[in-house]
């Protein structure tokens, strides 16, 4: 998987600040108009229901890839219990610092999820709500094209290569009535 992805993306970590740094297309969706992070469990059940309704229209099935990035936290030093019951698969130590003197290496494991799952739902809750000390990027196909959906906290960034992908899913994404951005 890690092939793939350097293959259509090259030598860029699968993290969402450094694709979005790189210059590479991207489509960002805040998740509430008004606010950062969920306030409420009408949030979350919002919160929840968008990123379902995204991940089946973009990546058309509920097993979804990923790749997570562990930051300064090794996987058994976070509380996050979803970890727990993910199959985790080792990568790679990036370098996400490499024009620095200092590199500063992060843990890249590839696994599956599925987003009927509550681990799913745990997963994107930490995520929205700054508990989880990593990146998640879900990587699938859309129209035989990679492309990688990144959330965070407040939103998700949308990364696509070919630029008619990203009319073709712009387009979408409006139609749907979802507000949404260039990456900045």
Known sequence: MLTNFKKEFGNIAPIGYIMRDSGINCIRIHNFPNKRYPEDIKDN???????????????????????????????????????????????????????????????????????DSNDFEKMILDIANEEFDGSVTFYCNYKHNLILISPYPGGVDIFIKRNILYDDIKKKLLSDGVDIKECP
């Not at 300064?72 to 620095?100: A, Q, R, S, V, Y």
């Open 45 to 115: 059940k919002q919160l929840l229901q968008f990123y379902k309704k995204l991940l089946n229209e973009l990546c058309q099935n509920t097993n979804l890839t990923c790749y997570i990035n562990f930051y300064d936290l090794g996987i058994h030093d976070l509380e996050n219990t979803w970890l727990d019951k993910l199959d985790l698969k080792f990568l790679d130590n990036i370098n996400i610092n490499p024009t620095e003197n200092e590199p500063y290496f992060v843990k890249t494991y590839l696994c599956k999820i599925n987003n």
